[in-house]
């Protein structure tokens, strides 16, 4: 519609006129994020603090960003309170349990979902996702009753039975799964693949960002469920860091420098777990995304 | 049997039994444990909502018909029947925590895709509060938002004078819990949207620059149409999570003060574990999911006026 020229003349002039506004609304964007940064922070760079802080100097006016004298003891004193290690052990072997059974029967079941078709199928979908919305605190007092006459009551099994079958981990690997061409369905089966071996083969390696995110997600979801260690476990050599933090605050009330300790300890795992795992998390979602 | 069944539908071809075998060897490994673990005791509880029990042996359950429900509805209103406090709290709190998230986590994703330094630390930062434990986390702010807290004094600089520890607040306890869902649910939704983010062709971005289109009508005509499956996606997952809070408000102020921060699961929780009042509990269980129900019928009916996939 236009001729080549002017289009191209107003283009150069529009580049050059850019160039310097670039790089201020570049400095204005990462300014904001590092005050975004800031907030998103913040507590737990008051955590740190008032966890090296007398209990007395915790709430103080004027408040101190920083301690006057740096109580490291503080970190030592905690163990001696309540039995930390055991609860980070029971944990552990929950958290990874669980985030390990999610990853295999999702991913697993999610295939049929979105790559097969079946008699069935929809209907069965739709009482996966009916189940998502499902408040656990629904049905929990049925399934209490029903894992109590399993024997599983005060055992860790009753926490890796209950949060190893995921409707969320299969909703979510479907969604992932989705997004993967069909084509490459079709091509190896034309090429005399099984369902299990496209599954193993193909789909599985594809969706690996998509496992990184389910495992992030489950494994984060198990370190810090409150209510299922809560009801399900009475004995304290079986309890889980939530529970066990919740007991030390009840216990400790007013010590609020040790309370800040422990919590900031119970950060200590899954934040590990976290930063190593972030790298593929991300780099995964960049590559291809909830669409794919 | 077999006859009649053949002639409603098309019978299974070979393959088609075949294949069907091989999905559902693909989905025993869940579907078993989900039926035994979730939707027996979903089917279970629904029943519950007809029956009285206390949770002593199973002989002393009788059938009570809609007596929970009539009992839950009676003098039904939303200053002071437990129900309607609980509901309004609920929506109250669903109302603001599920626009402030949707709008932080697209901020921040719209922000981090456009920074190209550190653009890695940054998600790492703005990801941690979600990943951070639940008891730590809400303490942590509890303890912030005290009377000679340093939120109080931070906004005693602007000018803005709260004398109060927040959890304790009529007027600021439920912010409290907001403030923390937000500040959670920002970098998670985050995640989901960065992932939209990079789904939208760089052609299309190309394109509206050649035709000269400013950033605002790119972010309009461009990016907010291509996100909305993800919107979707967000807006259901985030409605559902907001009915269903529960953590936040029995670690930072276990519904109070009085009943300002009681939700619909909290009293589930009062009734089942400190009433027995397991029939009640479980009325008061399935009113909440047919509510999340509804909410989310909705969500896929009006799906189509709003959500385009490519």
């Not at chain 1, 191209?8 to 310097?20: E, F, L």
């Not at chain 2, 002593?56 to 007596?67: H, V």
Request: some cysteine; charged content about 15%; proline content about 4%.
């Amino acid at each position: 519609m236009q001729s080549i020229l002017p289009d191209n003349a107003s283009k150069i002039k529009h580049t050059k006129k850019a160039a310097p506004l670039k790089i201020i609304g570049s400095i204005i964007l990462h300014a904001a994020l590092i005050a975004l940064s800031i907030v998103a922070l913040l507590p737990f760079f008051w955590m740190i603090s008032s966890s090296l802080k007398l209990d007395n100097e915790v709430f103080r006016y004027p408040m101190r960003w920083l301690p006057t004298v740096y109580h490291w003891e503080n970190y030592r004193v905690i163990w001696t309170r309540v039995t930390l290690g055991t609860y980070f052990r029971n944990t552990a072997i929950v958290a990874v349990t669980v985030t390990f059974m999610q990853i295999l029967t999702s991913s697993f079941a999610a295939y049929a979902f979105a790559k097969m078709r079946f008699r069935g199928r929809d209907t069965l979908f739709l009482a996966y996702v009916a189940t998502i919305a499902v408040p656990w605190q629904v049905y929990m007092v049925p399934q209490f009753i029903m894992m109590r006459k399993a024997g599983l009551y005060d055992t860790l099994w009753a926490l890796i039975v209950l949060q190893s079958f995921s409707a969320f981990g299969v909703f979510l690997m479907r969604q992932f799964y989705l997004g993967i061409p069909n084509d490459l369905n079709e091509a190896a089966r034309i090429d005399g693949l099984s369902e299990y071996g496209i599954w193993a083969r193909i789909i599985l390696p594809l969706a690996a960002p998509a496992v990184a995110t389910l495992c992030i997600f489950t494994f984060v979801t198990t370190w810090n469920d409150y209510m299922g260690p809560l009801i399900y476990l009475t004995k304290d050599e079986n309890k889980t860091i939530q529970v066990g933090l919740r007991r030390f605050i009840q216990q400790y009330t007013s010590d609020y420098h040790l309370i800040m300790a422990a919590s900031l300890v119970s950060l200590v795992p899954v934040g590990a777990v976290f930063l190593f795992l972030q790298r593929y998390f991300i780099e995964g979602i960049a590559t291809t995304g909830i669409k794919g | 049997m077999i006859n009649a069944a053949a002639a409603k539908r098309p019978r299974m071809s070979k393959l088609e039994k075949r294949n069907t075998l091989i999905a559902y060897s693909f989905l025993a490994p869940n579907l078993i444990g989900f039926a035994l673990i979730t939707m027996v005791p979903v089917i279970f509880s629904i029943m519950l909502g007809f029956l009285k029990w206390n949770g002593g042996a199973l002989n002393t359950i009788t059938w009570a018909g809609l007596d929970n429900f009539r009992e839950l509805f009676k003098r039904f209103d939303f200053t002071r029947n437990d129900l309607g406090v609980t509901l309004k709290n609920t929506v109250f709190y669903a109302l603001f925590t599920v626009p402030l998230s949707i709008a932080c986590s697209l901020t921040l994703a719209l922000a981090l895709n456009k920074a190209a330094r550190a653009a890695k630390a940054f998600r790492v930062i703005f990801f941690f509060p979600y990943v951070a434990s639940m008891v730590a986390v809400c303490v942590c702010w509890n303890f912030m938002l005290m009377k000679l807290g340093p939120v109080n004094q931070l906004l005693a600089h602007v000018g803005i004078n709260v004398n109060v520890s927040w959890t304790q607040s009529r007027a600021y306890a439920i912010w409290a819990i907001i403030i923390v869902s937000v500040w959670r649910n920002a970098g998670y939704y985050m995640v989901m949207y960065l992932a939209g983010l990079q789904g939208v062709p760089a052609e299309l971005y190309e394109a509206a620059t050649v035709d000269g289109a400013t950033a605002w009508q790119k972010f309009r005509k461009i990016t907010l149409p291509m996100l909305t499956p993800t919107t979707f996606f967000v807006s259901i997952m985030l409605t559902i999570g907001c009915f269903k809070i529960f953590d936040v408000v029995q670690i930072m102020t276990e519904g109070g003060p009085g009943r300002a921060t009681k939700m619909l699961v909290n009293y589930i929780y009062q009734l089942s574990f400190t009433e027995l009042k397991y029939g009640q509990a479980s009325a008061v269980a399935m009113a909440l999911f047919l509510i999340v129900l509804a909410v989310t019928l909705v969500q896929f009916t009006i799906e189509k006026k709003w959500v385009n996939y490519m």
